[in-house]
């Protein structure tokens, strides 16, 4: 079961890519130059997306944040792990002036525009003042559909 669970070329991914490309954003694939392979790399706006699975990267608070019943000792480590290299990188990109988003899994399960919204406003108004790193998840798309 394990070998059919992908790295790249994930549902959610797709879904974020085809969504900014449609709004003109062009950009790099899991540039290895960068700690961690960023799932999305915009060199233009300095800019490096990661698209997390709430499971895999342990969305704290999410539904889809469960641990499997059998081996929760193996499981447990193995998140922890995740976790800590997911902190790694991310850190690693921000020393390197990189700017990061993280969008998680369950915010674009619904209405991937409303989730995406303030991913393009971050990308766009990308300045040495602005945040360095923004994250989206399911609350956050909720947020900005009712607006």
């Known amino acids: 079961m394990m070998s059919g669970i992908r790295g790249r070329d994930t ?14 954003f062009r950009f790099r694939l899991q540039d290895r130059r960068l700690p961690g392979r ?9 800019a490096a ?4 699975g709430c499971f895999w990267h ?3 608070g999410c539904r889809y944040c469960t641990v499997p019943a059998t081996r929760p000792e193996f ?4 998140f922890s792990a995740n976790m800590e290299r997911d ?3 991310i850190a690693a990109l921000e020393a390197a002036g990189w700017r990061v988003a993280i969008v998680w899994e369950c915010a674009l399960k619904k ?7 303030p991913l393009l406003d971050w990308l766009r108004n990308g300045s040495a003042r602005s945040k360095a790193r923004i994250e ?3 609350a956050a798309a909720m947020e900005n559909q009712q607006v």
């Open 11 to 24: 549902r959610p991914e797709m879904q974020l890519r085809r969504f900014l490309h449609r709004a003109g």
């Open 38 to 46: 960023p799932d999305i790399v915009l060199p233009r706006y300095r």
């Open 49 to 52: 997306i990661l698209v997390h």
């Open 58 to 60: 342990r969305h704290a």
């Open 75 to 78: 499981w447990q480590r193995k």
């Open 87 to 89: 902190q790694r990188n």
């Open 111 to 117: 209405n991937v525009p409303a989730a995406c919204r």
């Open 136 to 138: 989206i998840d399911a």
